[in-house]
T-cell receptor
Framework: GAVVSQHPSRVICKSGTSVKIECRSL??????MFWYRQFPKQSLMLMAT?????????EQGVEKDKFLINHASLTLSTLTVTSAHPEDSSFYIC??????????FGAGTRLSVL | AQTVTQSQPEMSVQEAETVTLSCTYD???????LFWYKQPPSRQMILVIR??????QNATENRFSVNFQKAAKSFSLKISDSQLGDTAMYFC??????????FGKGTKLTVNP
């Protein structure tokens, strides 16, 4: 299957700082990528849909000014958690959709805000 | 609205035996896709198998097969000859025309030696 790289795998930051997470499709072009959040022992919650060259579409209840998404190329989407606070600590996962509509996932990023 | 229900929070099976994970869904769309994803302790989501709703034939991938009952809106996953590496959370997911995946709450499968 296709490979999606997500970096970093783990980040610890101080409250009030911003953190950027990268999601790259390594062997295919992805016009659409998705960002999820997963709480412990729970399912994935879709945060936003990232479309190359246009603004992201956020799910209801997700603060777009808190979670900035940029999809500047067909292989890269970034999620920036701005002014992070302890309640933003979570596991963030990205996925990239191939031409068949199948989503392939990155390995996730564990964010810990102190 | 689309929903996916996995009614078995946890299951266990002995190595080399067969186990079936249940999934039911609801959608008003006629064209949709169903998926099973596996999330091992590493937390990497891995596609196990997928099924197009318009195909009557059940999908099969090596030891993994599905029982797709469209009228009943049921999409169960059968794992044959279970291996220790099959231990993981298994998520059933539905994708309609919006391209978004709707996930079930997951079933934690433990394969015992």
């Amino acid at each position: 299957g296709a490979v999606v790289s997500q970096h970093p795998s783990r980040v610890i930051c101080k409250s009030g700082t911003s953190v950027k997470i990268e999601c790259r499709s390594l062997d295919f072009q992805a016009t659409t990528m998705f960002w999820y959040r997963q709480f412990p022992k729970q399912s994935l919650m879709l945060m936003a849909t990232s479309n190359e060259g246009s603004k992201a579409t956020y799910e209801q209840g997700v603060e777009k000014d808190k979670f900035l998404i940029n999809h500047a190329s067909l292989t890269l989407s970034t999620l920036t958690v701005t002014s992070a606070h302890p309640e933003d600590s979570s596991f963030y996962i990205c996925s990239a959709r191939d031409t068949l509509g199948i989503q392939y996932f990155g390995a996730g990023t564990r964010l810990s805000v102190l | 609205a689309q929903t996916v229900t996995q009614s078995q929070p946890e299951m266990s099976v002995q190595e080399a035996e067969t186990v079936t994970l249940s999934c039911t869904y609801d959608t008003s769309e006629s064209n949709y896709y169903l998926f099973w994803y596996k999330q091992p302790p590493s937390r990497q989501m891995i596609l196990v198998i997928r099924q197009e709703a318009y195909k009557q034939q059940n999908a099969t991938e090596n030891r993994f097969s599905v029982n797709f009952q469209k009228a009943a809106k049921s999409f169960s996953l059968k794992i044959s000859d279970s291996q220790l590496g099959d231990t993981a959370m298994y998520f059933c997911a539905l994708r309609g025309g919006s391209e978004k995946l709707v996930f079930g709450k997951g079933t934690k499968l433990t394969v015992n030696p």
